[in-house]
T-cell receptor
Framework: GENVEQHPSTLSVQEGDSAVIKCTYS??????FPWYKQELGKRPQLIID?????GEKKDQRIAVTLNKTAKHFSLHITETQPEDSAVYFC??????????FGAGTTVTVRA | EADIYQTPRYLVIGTGKKITLECSQT?????MYWYQQDPGMELHLIHY???????EKGDLSSESTVSRIRTEHFPLTLESARPSHTSQYLC?????????????FGEGSRLTVL
């Protein structure tokens, strides 16, 4: 099965700085890579996703890049704000509905 | 409003009790899932279903069982709860479209077994 590793496990950034979270996956057939954000006490929610036919996708302050050759993908958050503080999970799958999640990254944005 | 509902939200029970966690969705989705998650930790898939009468075990071995008799309903049952079952259980659903695989999660059921 798919194995997804996520780094770092915790990340503390100054407000306004950028945050980068990296994930690697093992199954070269995986072609769908979503990112979920889970605020404290809340349910996880999809924030951005990318498919293997695209190298980069951007949505306002967040962007995801994918390197299929190296089997890794990253989440970039620019101009971080306090509301970006949360746990972020990457995931990978061959099919959109069979996701393998990373262990999560706790992001803290310092005011 | 279309959503995914879980009950109970919190449950504290004694060892050996039988419990059922309920999950219902009004999203019109065919696929449903149960994840186990300790607070802020990794999401582990324990069961999933592609539709009525379809159930599969996930990556994480679990002593729980599930059923899918109706499209909108996907309950999880523990026949004899133990302290090791203490965790949060998240139900999720996703649609039939191949364009998006977005998972929609419920608010979770936090189980404590004494």
């Amino acid at each position: 099965g798919e194995n997804v590793e996520q780094h770092p496990s915790t990340l503390s950034v100054q407000e306004g700085d950028s945050a980068v979270i990296k994930c690697t996956y093992s199954d070269s057939a995986s072609n769908y890579f979503p990112w979920y954000k889970q605020e404290l006490g809340k349910r996880p929610q999809l924030i951005i996703d990318i498919r293997s036919n695209v190298g980069e996708k951007k949505d306002q302050r967040i962007a995801v890049t994918l390197n299929k050759t190296a089997k890794h993908f990253s989440l970039h958050i620019t101009e971080t704000q306090p509301e970006d503080s949360a746990v972020y999970f990457c995931a990978a799958s061959r099919y959109a509905w069979e996701l393998s999640f990373g262990a999560g990254t706790t992001v803290t944005v310092r005011a | 409003e279309a959503d995914i509902y879980q009950t109970p939200r919190y449950l504290v029970i004694g060892t050996g009790k039988k419990i059922t966690l309920e999950c219902s969705q009004t999203m019109g989705h065919d696929k449903m899932y149960w994840y186990q998650q300790d607070p802020g930790m990794e999401l582990h898939l324990i069961h999933y279903s592609y539709g009525v009468n379809s159930t599969e075990k996930g990556d994480l071995s679990s002593e729980s069982t599930v059923s899918r008799i109706r499209t909108e309903h996907f309950p999880l049952t523990l026949e004899s709860a133990r302290p090791s079952h203490t965790s949060q259980y998240l139900c999720a659903s996703s649609g039939t479209s191949g364009v998006t695989g977005e998972l929609f999660f419920g608010e979770g059921s936090r189980l404590t077994v004494l």
